[in-house]
T-cell receptor, first 110, second 114 residues
Framework: DAKTTQPNSMESNEEEPVHLPCNHS???????IHWYRQLPSQGPEYVIH???SNVNNRMASLAIAEDRKSSTLILHRATLRDAAVYYC???????????FGQGTRLTINP | DTGVSQDPRHKITKRGQNVTFRCDPI?????LYWYRQTLGQGPEFLTY????????KSRLLSDRFSAERPKGSFSTLEIQRTEQGDSAMYLC????????????FGNGTRLTVT
């Protein structure tokens, strides 16, 4: 499975946008970029995924670089509930499982 | 959609004892996964079922670990002769039978081996 690199931690303020980066320079053409987050004392939850085009849903937006070697998860207006560990994961065509890295621990200040 | 349910939420056991955890996936999900997570680390894949067939097992799954999904619905994970190193959160997830379907995780069973 292709590897991703994320900062260990980030900090932001409530009601401000948050941009969480992910580098994946060895991504292959059929790898989808998935984001999950894990709130304290809970299992991971799906946030968003994409292949080439930018994606939006009710939780977040995913901006994918043109060369696909990096992506950014955007939380448009952070709340305290968004404090979590965010995982960027590559999942190839036909791959059955997710391989988690260390993720980015996001702290939101009131 | 009642979500993935895991039981028990917490288990404390003495070293050498056997423990069994149960996972009830979302009812229409064919795929079921077990992961293990230790403090400060991301979840590590243990094993994966497609219906009742166990299709992949990690090297982490030693011969003391066994997982079953007998009727393609709920699953159990048994650890025999527990060791202190088995202390972790054990997470179950399920998904539909499509490659890009998201995984839905339960809130895990926290095992403490004393």
């Amino acid at each position: 499975d292709a590897k991703t690199t994320q900062p260990n931690s980030m900090e932001s303020n409530e009601e401000e946008p948050v941009h969480l980066p992910c580098n994946h320079s060895t991504i292959s053409g059929t790898d989808y970029i998935h984001w999950y987050r894990q709130l304290p004392s809970q299992g991971p939850e799906y946030v968003i995924h994409g292949l080439t085009s930018n994606v939006n849903n009710r939780m977040a937006s995913l901006a994918i670089a043109e060369d696909r070697k990096s992506s950014t998860l955007i939380l448009h207006r952070a709340t305290l509930r968004d404090a979590a560990v965010y995982y960027c994961i590559l999942k190839g065509q036909g791959a059955q499982k997710l391989v988690f890295g260390q993720g980015t621990r996001l702290t939101i200040n009131p | 959609d009642t979500g993935v349910s895991q039981d028990p939420r917490h288990k404390i056991t003495k070293r050498g004892q056997n423990v069994t955890f149960r996972c009830d996936p979302i009812s229409e999900h064919n795929r079921l996964y077990w992961y293990r997570q230790t403090l400060g680390q991301g979840p590590e894949f243990l094993t994966y079922f497609q219906n009742e067939a166990q299709l992949e097992k990690s090297r982490l799954l030693s011969d003391r670990f066994s997982a079953e999904r007998p009727k393609g619905s709920f699953s159990t994970l048994e650890i025999q002769r527990t060791e202190q190193g088995d202390s972790a959160m054990y997470l179950c997830a399920s998904s539909r039978d499509r490659d890009y379907s998201p995984l839905h995780f339960g809130n895990g069973t926290r095992l403490t081996v004393t």
